[in-house]
């Protein structure tokens, strides 16, 4: 291929979808207790040992990278072909701002290099979805121009429902009030969750009980899929696998041609939304929201 196609582990992908396809990923920083590491998609990460240590109190935050990490990562791919480079959306993070001025300074360098940024307005797997889709394209040998359009014609299908646990994680994001977060845990409410048209997240509706927001999850989730076979759904959680698969059996259910898989949320989403989470993921309808 005359380009290369690139994503940011703030898409979860899965590792071994990353090495089957070679994906190049930037891998996104997130602190645990003061500590700093790097997403790099679950190579080094103990999963239940990361949410229990929150669970126990731990803190867990993240970071935007800066413009000369973006050129690390660039500018040996821009020496030698051009990049496409499939963006965690801009309405989650400032650090897109460093990416554009990363593409800016090395397209200048190299005037002669084709070099497109792609905001998916997604985050996670929803993200992961686009990006697979998309790489089928690239796989197929497909112009760096057509993969982009695709990408941007279609990010607003790919859709999220999810719900969390503990709302203390909200809370410390800035996401809902502390009063909201001690009321809602008070009361057992539970916020549904999603990925909107606009590139944010947005609370829709909000039950009382765990098994009530499965429950949502999985009738809204069925009502937003049209096409079973066009991609994999996956369920997402953070250290909730029983609950998980107990999902995605009820999902199975309701959708018998869809492959539906069970992942892990990374460290960086996981830091926001706290353990216990679960989410549905897909590529239906356009976003509702």
């Not at 998609?41 to 990490?69: I, P």
């Not at 992961?128 to 998309?134: D, G, I, N, R």
């Not at 845990?185 to 909000?206: Q, T, Y």
């Amino acid at each position: 291929m005359d380009y290369v196609f690139m994503t940011d582990s703030d898409s979860d992908l899965p590792y071994d979808l990353k090495v089957r396809y070679d994906i190049p990923v930037v891998y996104m920083p997130y602190t645990l207790d003061g500590k700093q590491y790097y997403d790099d998609l679950g190579q080094s990460l103990d999963h239940a040992a990361y949410f229990q240590a929150m669970r126990d109190g731990a803190m867990a935050t993240t970071s935007a990278l800066n413009k000369q990490n973006y050129l690390d990562y660039f500018e040996p791919i821009l020496r030698e072909k051009d990049l496409l480079f499939i963006a965690f959306s801009s309405q989650m993070s400032m650090t897109i701002r460093e990416v554009y001025a990363a593409r800016e300074e090395l397209l200048a360098k190299y005037p002669e290099r084709k070099f497109i940024v792609v905001d998916t307005l997604s985050i996670s797997v929803p993200m992961t979805l686009l990006v697979l889709k998309a790489h089928e394209l690239y796989r197929a040998g497909k112009p760096i121009e057509e993969v982009a359009k695709w990408v941007e014609d279609n990010r607003t299908r790919a859709q999220a429902f999810f719900t969390v646990d503990d709302l203390k994680y909200l809370r410390r994001g800035g996401r809902i009030s502390a009063t909201a977060a001690m009321m809602g845990n008070m009361l057992d409410l539970k916020p549904i969750i999603v990925e909107g048209r606009d590139g944010k997240l947005i609370s829709v509706d909000k039950v009382r009980g765990r098994k009530k927001a499965v429950n949502y999850i999985v009738e809204h989730s069925v009502e937003q899929i049209e096409d079973q076979k066009e991609s994999i759904g996956v369920v997402l959680h953070a250290d909730a696998a029983e609950e998980a698969e107990r999902m995605r059996a009820m999902l199975q259910a309701r959708l018998p041609e869809m492959t539906i898989r069970v992942d892990n949320i990374g460290p960086v989403i996981g830091a926001h939304c706290g353990p216990g989470t679960l989410a549905f993921c897909f590529l239906g309808k356009e976003r509702p929201y």
